[in-house]
T-cell receptor, first 113, second 119 residues
Framework: DGGITQSPKYLFRKEGQNVTLSCEQNLNHDAMYWYRQDPGQGLRLIYYSQIVNDFQKGDIAEGYSVSREKKESFPLTVTSAQKNPTAFYLC????????????FGPGTRLLVL | AQKITQTQPGMFVQEKEAVTLDCTYDTSDQSYGLFWYKQPSSGEMIFLIYQGSYDEQNATEGRYSLNFQKARKSANLVISASQLGDSAMYFCAMRRTNAGGTSYGKLTFGQGTILTVHP
């Protein structure tokens, strides 16, 4: 089945630790996105990528890093510089034509120990 | 800059009745796309419906329809014949598009509306 997978479902981070969230898609979509959702809030864009080896900062990129070495994969690293990382992280992908509807993965919930 | 406002933090509806979820937007762009997503308690965002700013007819997808009033900058979601499974958080979002309708840039989301369907 085609879709977007995110792992792990839950992730615990210790103070000062970098952690990496995985996002994989087999939809052959060109563009991929990372969003952060805080409780009771809408989504805010962290980073997005429209092509392999290229990515752009979103509204809240500080404390995060990404890579896009393969079309199918867009991992997000939450660095120790991100002082308030506890949130729900959603990955999405879209084609770059027509409506460009973004389709989302199941999300990763990050908690700080 | 784009802004989405959803003024209803929570809505209640009886099963089998229709419900309207409000969405107003603010943008200086001439061409844009409007989206509605459903987020159940599991967390996944499910795409429901899309309306382009130049579309002459209101979008419909099964039980979902979009009441698009461009002059008022509103894009309300109407759910007909509500079902218990419709209970979820609903988000309105928008993106800029070029004149041909292709979107680019980020999705801007509203704060969401929690819909509860009563039996």
């Amino acid at each position: 089945d085609g879709g977007i997978t995110q792992s792990p479902k839950y992730l615990f981070r210790k103070e000062g630790q970098n952690v990496t969230l995985s996002c994989e898609q087999n939809l052959n979509h060109d563009a991929m996105y990372w969003y952060r959702q805080d409780p009771g809030q809408g989504l805010r864009l962290i980073y997005y990528s429209q092509i392999v080896n290229d990515f752009q900062k979103g509204d809240i990129a500080e404390g995060y890093s990404v890579s896009r070495e393969k079309k199918e994969s867009f991992p997000l690293t939450v660095t120790s510089a991100q002082k308030n990382p506890t949130a729900f992280y959603l990955c999405a992908s879209s084609i770059l034509a027509g409506k460009e509807t973004q389709y989302f993965g199941p999300g990763t919930r990050l908690l700080v120990l | 800059a784009q802004k989405i406002t959803q003024t209803q933090p929570g809505m209640f509806v009886q099963e089998k009745e229709a419900v309207t979820l409000d969405c107003t937007y603010d943008t200086s762009d001439q061409s844009y796309g409007l989206f509605w997503y459903k987020q159940p308690s599991s967390g996944e965002m499910i795409f429901l419906i899309y309306q382009g700013s130049y579309d002459e007819q209101n979008a419909t997808e099964g039980r979902y329809s979009l009441n698009f009033q461009k002059a008022r900058k509103s894009a309300n979601l109407v759910i007909s014949a509500s079902q218990l499974g419709d209970s979820a958080m609903y988000f309105c979002a928008m993106r800029r598009t070029n004149a041909g309708g292709t979107s680019y840039g980020k999705l801007t989301f509203g704060q969401g509306t929690i819909l509860t369907v009563h039996p």
